[in-house]
Nanobody, 124 residues
Framework: QVQLVESGGGLVQAGGSLRLSCVVSGRTFRTNVMGWFRQAPGKEREFVAAGRWSATSTYYADSVKGRFTISNDNAKNTVYLQMNSLKPEDTAVYYC?????????????????WGQGTQVTVSS
């Protein structure tokens, strides 16, 4: 049984940094690709970043490119999202997700497993 649990959210001032973690239990071939998404109040869930456990591929939304980095620790079954130079518009609930193939990685419908989310609030 696959479970994803996020942590690391919180309140930070604009320009600050946070690192989110997503621990994956029950990893299988169906969780080869990990994604981060976010959802602000009143908005649709949007793609942030995606990567393979093998770290051979990464992909970022234009809005976070150069500021956010996705990485992982295979031994700990954990995926990270390092967020630097945070802006108030980055405020959202952040979710990690997993799917089998490197396909449509920016689409929410491509992912089979989701975590419960962690709140990130950036104050101006």
């Amino acid at each position: 049984q696959v479970q994803l649990v996020e942590s690391g959210g919180g309140l930070v001032q604009a320009g600050g940094s946070l690192r989110l973690s997503c621990v994956v239990s029950g990893r299988t071939f169906r969780t080869n690709v990990m994604g981060w998404f976010r959802q602000a109040p009143g908005k649709e869930r949007e793609f942030v970043a995606a990567g393979r456990w093998s770290a051979t591929s990464t992909y970022y939304a234009d809005s976070v490119k150069g500021r956010f980095t996705i990485s992982n620790d295979n031994a700990k079954n954990t995926v990270y999202l390092q967020m630097n130079s945070l802006k108030p518009e980055d405020t959202a609930v952040y979710y990690c997700a997993a799917q089998e193939a490197w396909s449509k990685v920016s689409s929410t419908t491509a992912y089979d497993y989701w975590g419960q989310g962690t709140q990130v609030t950036v104050s101006s």
